[in-house]
């Protein structure tokens, strides 16, 4: 099975600042698809940005971008200029296509400091 | 577009009760999946619907169950209610479902706690 591991379980990081979240998997497969989600204080759970496997570009979404290292299995998200409203907790996940469900890792509950 | 929606968005069981959960999603998106999340186990995923059938499962017991509807409103049941059911479901809908290939949106969940 695949799993999904995010080893800092809080990261806290001053306002305006970058702060980078790491996140790791286990897969045998080649294609698969890795996603960050955000989840504030609401709990709504909301996409912030997702990597096709078989794309080597890193992708970007505004100040959130990825370090996308195939060989290593290792998805990192890089928060820049860091604002009152990123803190959440953030979630990387996991899936291979089809009628599977996403795989998640326990989450980073990231703190701004302002 | 409306997003998700989940209704009930707070509810409070005892033992041995079951409980409905409704969910629905975006207008034109076929597919709906849910999760549970808990503080112990994380976010778990339960179960996928497309056209009203169910496509794929997660390693949860026979208790918890699901359908859909023509319209893609989704429902799961949980019978027999135990404490460890206490947790937040999160119903999440995408055009067809094709995991990765197709980007989930979530509702804001339902808050279930058995007492």
């Known amino acids: 099975a695949q799993t999904v591991t995010q080893s800092q379980p809080e990261m806290s990081v001053q306002e305006a600042e970058t702060v980078t979240l790491s996140c790791t998997y286990d897969?045998?497969?080649?294609?698969?698809?890795l996603f960050w989600y955000k989840q504030p204080p609401s709990r709504q759970m909301i996409l912030v940005i997702r990597?096709?496997?078989?794309?080597?570009q890193n992708a970007t979404e505004n100040r959130f971008s990825v370090n996308f290292q195939k060989a290593a299995k290792s998805f990192s998200l890089k928060i820049s200029d860091s604002q009152l409203g990123d803190a959440a907790m953030y979630f990387c996940a996991y899936n291979e296509g089809g009628a599977d469900g996403l795989t998640f890792g326990k989450g980073t509950h990231l703190i701004i400091q302002p | 577009k409306a997003g998700v929606t989940q209704t009930p968005r707070y509810l409070i069981k005892t033992r041995g009760q079951q409980v409905t959960l409704s969910c629905s999603p975006i207008s034109g998106h076929r597919s709906v999946s849910w999760y549970q999340q808990t503080p112990g186990q994380g976010l778990q995923f339960l179960f996928e619907y497309f056209s009203e059938t169910q496509r794929n499962k997660g390693n949860f017991p026979g208790r918890f169950s699901g359908r859909q509807f023509s319209n893609s409103r989704s429902e799961m049941n949980v019978s027999t209610l135990e404490l460890g059911d206490s947790a937040l479901y999160l119903c999440?809908?995408?055009?067809?479902?094709?995991?990765?290939?197709?980007?989930?949106?979530f509702g804001p969940g339902t808050r279930l706690t058995v007492l």
């Open positions: 990597q096709e496997a078989y794309k080597q």
């Open positions: 999440a809908s995408s055009l067809a479902g094709f995991g990765g290939t197709d980007t989930q949106y």
């Open positions: 897969t045998s497969e080649s294609d698969y698809y």
